[in-house]
């Protein structure tokens, strides 16, 4: 499998996607507060549901975009957990490769993405490599990029993990900055 690295597909969201995913994010609230609270610092309802419409919108576009060429493709879950339910397994799968998607908003700034530090030591439970969808969504204008598709090999052999520019995240999460996604292009594709 070949996916590369400055991959910058550009997506109007349609509204059937957004209001399906909004509705998700309503509907799941309840059960993730407690990890927005406990892992992300975050308790502000609005930015909760915000924070999960853009990760699912996200879902939605990099599952569009792999179907083309990898119809077998896992569909983005829709379906709501209780907290104790929940897994923070890969978001998409393939046969031979699993998806992370991660998201962020549209803003004037360097996009960057966070992790939870336990996360960049990605343990696979599979023989299947896992890849990181990094995607920029802009709601006012329903735009959704996907910036990146790279191997997690590929962030770690390049140091892309770095401590966040927010210090109240140093030592729980670490960030990748689009910057440091792509410093390294030419040693892409990655197969």
């Keep these: 499998m070949t996916i590369f690295t400055n991959y910058n597909a550009r997506k109007l ?3 059937t996607v957004y209001t399906k995913c909004e509705q998700f994010a309503i509907n799941s609230y309840t059960t993730s507060t407690d990890y927005y609270y406990f892992n992300r610092g975050q308790s502000n309802s609005s930015k ?15 599952f569009q975009q792999l179907k083309k060429d990898f119809p077998a493709i ?9 907290a104790n339910q929940k897994t923070f397994g890969p978001d998409l799968s393939f046969s031979t490769f699993d998806i992370q998607v991660k998201a ?17 030591d990605y343990t696979v439970k599979t023989n299947k490599p896992l890849y990181e969808a990094f995607c ?3 709601l006012e204008k329903r ?9 997690h090999e590929y962030l770690l052999k390049n140091e892309c993990f770095k401590n966040p520019h927010c210090t109240r995240f140093i030592g ?20």
């Design 13 to 15: 969201i349609p509204e």
């Design 48 to 62: 909760i549901k915000e924070d999960i419409l853009i990760g699912k919108i996200a879902e939605m576009l990099v």
């Design 74 to 82: 896992s569909k983005p879950d829709f379906q709501i957990y209780q």
């Design 104 to 120: 962020c908003r549209s803003n004037s700034f360097e996009p960057s993405w966070l992790f939870q530090c336990k996360d960049v």
């Design 136 to 138: 920029t969504i802009d």
């Design 143 to 151: 735009l959704a990029i996907i910036k990146a598709i790279v191997s």
């Design 172 to 191: 729980e999460k670490y960030a990748v900055y689009y910057s440091d996604l792509i410093s390294n292009i030419d040693e892409i594709p990655i197969s």
